[in-house]
């Protein structure tokens, strides 16, 4: 580890790793009180849910030593649909002295179907070394991560440490940000920072820290097929006449060759990562079943982080308790589309468009409607503020920390670069593989959510002893 940071004095390291074994208790129950508002925003689950999450949130900052607490909202055209709640809370800078931005999101996915929970999805239960519910790792834990180490932080600091620091909380990650450009115009120069820390990535495995060095960007559309310009009774017309479902499946099978590689022509790939993904341990961490081949070529983590990847996640077609002996005429999918570090969203865009249209089985007519685009993200590890997270992790675990890609995407991560082009950005992990995000059964590790919460203080106190931005040759 180099060593061209100044790093807090052994005696401030075990005070703040005491300090944070000592708010197990509270961080919990208050990780937990979060959990429990089903915040979602989506459209079609009660807004003021959302509302109560962000003033929830507020009320946490609001107890430490912070110059104001607000619940802002981006812009919007209509008066009926405000932009959704997001908590920012500031503390300005001693001359001379670096800021750092603390992100999360407070907002959730929607719980899905109650029967394939164990527990209560918005209560949070203790058990088996984890914490149980919708939130209680993505991205709450995040949160709670950023509330736990300042408390930390400011209880060894005192209230005016000359470190500035912003805490950005959103409310609609989940729903893909898409207030976030208007927000960040609306309040730019509060969002400003010479460091940024986004809580909402994972972890190499429990026990052992990592480091989200690059993040894939995405890629969002719906096709759709038509083969007739109404449905028809199957026996009298079936034969010369597939039905849409058949064809949109042939489609859809042209989007991968023989081995379950991506087949789209002008995407980007590349093979080289830092580290492996065992074999087994993939499996075991994704359910695979046994027999089931895995698809594409080359090493596990460079198929999930450094190439393309194009799944299916929703299709309409007829379902099967009111299906009749009928020729469907139209059917469509939703196709997302994850996108090499390093490849523009828009050309992928385009070159999906291009594939769907040019491979349409029979000549069935096909449309592709590009819904979102994401740019990907590739993290600087020699700056002088990763050092100082790979330092922190490695006091925090007791374990060095791996620098590892991720599959998932964090759109807005582009945005706050193009926004902050002087900004280190440092993507840290709550998750791990078992926790289950999005999925029945979300779950969080608290050992290593204590970890997280140490490493994150540690963090906070090596900024303050710079003396300069990090950006800069900090003293020593």
Same mark, same amino acid.
């Given at each position: 580890?180099?060593?061209?940071?100044?790093?807090?004095?052994?005696?401030?390291?075990?005070?703040?790793?005491?300090?944070?074994?000592?708010?197990?208790?509270?961080?919990?129950?208050?990780?937990?009180?979060?959990?429990?508002?089903?915040?979602?925003?989506?459209?079609?689950?009660?807004?003021?849910?959302?509302?109560?999450?962000?003033?929830?949130?507020?009320?946490?900052?609001?107890?430490?030593?912070?110059?104001?607490?607000?619940?802002?909202? &981006?812009?919007?055209?209509?008066?009926?649909?405000?932009?959704?709640?997001?908590?920012?809370?500031?503390? +300005? #800078?001693?001359?001379?002295?670096?800021?750092?931005?603390?992100? #999360?999101?407070?907002?959730?996915?929607?719980?899905?179907?109650?029967?394939? *929970?164990?527990?209560?999805?918005?209560?949070?239960?203790?058990?088996?070394? /984890?914490? *149980?519910?919708?939130?209680?790792?993505?991205?709450? &834990?995040?949160?709670? #991560?950023?509330?736990? %180490?300042?408390?930390?932080?400011?209880?060894?600091?005192?209230?005016?440490?000359?470190?500035?620091?912003?805490?950005?909380?959103?409310?609609?990650?989940?729903?893909?940000?898409?207030?976030?450009?208007?927000?960040? +115009?609306?309040? /730019?120069?509060?969002?400003?920072?010479?460091?940024?820390?986004?809580?909402?990535?994972?972890? *190499?495995?429990?026990?052992?820290?990592?480091?989200?060095?690059?993040?894939?960007?995405?890629?969002?559309?719906?096709?759709?097929? +038509?083969?007739?310009?109404?449905?028809?009774?199957?026996?009298?017309?079936?034969?010369?006449?597939?039905?849409?479902?058949?064809?949109?499946?042939?489609?859809?099978?042209? @989007?991968?060759?023989?081995?379950?590689?991506?087949?789209?022509?002008?995407?980007?790939?590349?093979?080289?990562?830092?580290?492996?993904?065992?074999?087994?341990?993939?499996?075991?961490?994704?359910?695979?079943?046994?027999?089931?081949?895995?698809?594409? /070529?080359?090493?596990?983590?460079?198929?999930?982080?450094?190439?393309? #990847?194009?799944?299916?996640?929703?299709?309409?077609?007829?379902?099967?308790?009111?299906?009749?002996?009928?020729?469907?005429?139209?059917?469509?999918?939703?196709?997302?589309?994850?996108?090499?570090?390093?490849?523009?969203?828009?050309?992928?865009?385009?070159?999906?468009?291009?594939?769907?249209?040019?491979?349409?089985?029979?000549?069935?007519?096909?449309?592709?409607?590009?819904?979102?685009?994401?740019?990907?993200?590739?993290?600087?590890?020699?700056?002088?503020?990763?050092?100082? %997270?790979? *330092?922190?992790?490695?006091?925090?675990?007791?374990?060095?920390?791996?620098?590892?890609?991720?599959?998932?995407?964090?759109?807005?991560?582009?945005?706050?670069?193009?926004?902050?082009?002087? %900004?280190?950005?440092?993507?840290?992990?709550?998750?791990?593989?078992?926790?289950?995000?999005?999925?029945?059964?979300?779950?969080?590790?608290?050992?290593?959510? @204590?970890?997280?919460?140490?490493?994150?203080?540690?963090?906070?106190? &090596?900024?303050?002893?710079?003396?300069?931005?990090?950006?800069?040759?900090?003293?020593?």
């Amino acid at each position: 580890m180099s060593t061209d940071f100044t790093r807090p004095g052994s005696e401030t390291v075990e005070a703040l790793r005491r300090s944070v074994v000592d708010s197990r208790a509270a961080l919990l129950e208050d990780l937990g009180a979060l959990v429990a508002i089903p915040g979602i925003a989506w459209d079609s689950f009660d807004a003021a849910d959302l509302d109560r999450s962000a003033e929830a949130v507020a009320g946490l900052l609001r107890e430490l030593p912070f110059d104001g607490v607000e619940v802002l909202r &981006a812009p919007t055209d209509s008066e009926d649909r405000p932009g959704h709640p997001a908590v920012v809370a500031r503390k +300005a #800078a001693a001359p001379g002295r670096p800021t750092i931005l603390l992100y #999360a999101h407070h907002d959730v996915q929607p719980p899905g179907k109650r029967e394939l *929970w164990e527990t209560e999805p918005f209560e949070a239960v203790e058990k088996d070394g /984890r914490l *149980w519910g919708r939130g209680a790792a993505d991205d709450k &834990a995040g949160v709670m #991560a950023h509330v736990g %180490a300042l408390r930390a932080f400011f209880a060894q600091h005192g209230s005016e440490p000359g470190l500035g620091i912003t805490v950005f909380v959103e409310g609609e990650e989940e729903a893909g940000s898409p207030g976030f450009e208007a927000f960040l +115009a609306a309040h /730019r120069d509060k969002l400003a920072a010479d460091v940024i820390v986004i809580a909402d990535s994972a972890n *190499w495995e429990v026990g052992v820290p990592a480091l989200t060095t690059s993040l894939r960007g995405v890629v969002g559309g719906i096709v759709e097929v +038509a083969v007739l310009d109404h449905a028809v009774h199957s026996g009298m017309f079936g034969g010369p006449i597939l039905d849409a479902p058949t064809v949109l499946s042939r489609l859809i099978a042209t @989007l991968h060759d023989d081995d379950g590689a991506v087949a789209v022509e002008g995407l980007l790939s590349e093979d080289h990562t830092d580290v492996d993904y065992d074999e087994a341990r993939f499996r075991a961490d994704a359910g695979v079943l046994d027999g089931v081949r895995l698809a594409g /070529r080359g090493s596990i983590s460079s198929r999930i982080w450094t190439q393309p #990847a194009i799944s299916v996640t929703g299709i309409d077609v007829t379902e099967v308790d009111k299906a009749s002996n009928t020729i469907a005429a139209t059917a469509r999918a939703k196709l997302s589309l994850r996108i090499a570090p390093g490849q523009d969203p828009k050309v992928a865009g385009e070159a999906l468009r291009r594939h769907v249209e040019e491979h349409a089985p029979f000549g069935a007519h096909v449309t592709f409607h590009l819904e979102e685009t994401g740019q990907s993200f590739r993290a600087d590890t020699d700056a002088v503020s990763s050092r100082i %997270a790979l *330092w922190a992790f490695e006091e925090a675990w007791g374990r060095p920390a791996v620098t590892a890609g991720m599959g998932g995407s964090i759109p807005f991560t582009a945005t706050l670069t193009e926004a902050y082009p002087e %900004a280190q950005i440092l993507i840290t992990g709550i998750e791990d593989p078992d926790t289950r995000a999005h999925s029945a059964n979300e779950s969080l590790h608290i050992e290593d959510f @204590l970890h997280a919460v140490t490493a994150e203080a540690l963090v906070l106190s &090596a900024l303050a002893e710079q003396e300069t931005s990090p950006g800069s040759s900090p003293a020593e």
